[in-house]
């Protein structure tokens, strides 16, 4: 733990920045196993969000984050649970500027999801709301999942080549009640990013889309 340390709360509050940016800062958390559509899904929102909302809207991806912030973490339960905090504060610190954090990770562990969104909730000088810690569950039969395998991961972990696999050897606890269910099989990918956009309007939290 550091010492010594004073949080400098001076300078713009987080509401002068979403009143300066005309938007709100909130997180979107997709959570699934792997192959369930969880990159895809976030780079369509977040393109969508930029071009149709003119909001800012930044993805953070679970195997990018680990090429640099994370890349000395494995995927061990400790490791696992300290990747999602280390992404929770990240997340965190784009939303209080009044950004749109979107971060898709499998996040196996109920405990960690819900750490982040107490993350989200605690009383500092940058407090953020519970509600736009939203969770969205991405789900589809295992069967799909396997035949999908797009990066050939579930054929390796069956073959013992990856240990403490999501799904097949390691736990996945979903999210008990999402905000937002998405059963990605036999739907479009628009359909699929409507889903969010369309909870987080009935919310307020995005203005009217661009004519």
């Not at 993350?119 to 407090?127: C, G, I, Q, S």
């Amino acid at each position: 733990m550091a010492t010594n340390i004073t949080f400098h709360a001076a300078g713009l509050t987080r509401t002068e920045r979403e009143t300066e940016r005309n938007q709100r800062g909130l997180t979107i958390w997709l959570t699934g196993l792997s192959a369930s559509g969880k990159s895809t899904i976030a780079v369509e929102l977040e393109r969508q969000l930029l071009r149709t909302r003119n909001v800012h809207a930044y993805r953070l991806d679970g195997d990018n984050i680990r090429f640099g912030l994370n890349k000395d973490l494995g995927f061990s339960e400790a490791d696992r649970n300290e990747n999602i905090r280390r992404i929770g504060e990240v997340a965190k610190l784009f939303a209080d500027s009044a950004s749109i954090a979107i971060t898709s990770f499998i996040s196996p562990y109920q405990k960690d999801r819900d750490s982040a969104r107490a993350l989200h909730e605690t009383p500092t000088p940058a407090r953020l709301p519970v509600c736009p810690s939203s969770r969205s569950t991405l789900t589809s039969p295992l069967r799909l999942l396997k035949q999908r395998d797009p990066k050939g991961l579930y054929k390796k972990a069956r073959e013992g080549i990856i240990k403490e696999f999501t799904g097949i050897s390691a736990p996945y606890e979903a999210p008990a009640n999402p905000e937002v269910h998405v059963k990605n099989v036999d739907i479009s990918l628009q359909e699929a990013v409507d889903q969010i956009i369309n909870y987080l309007d009935s919310k307020g939290y995005l203005p009217p889309k661009k004519e």
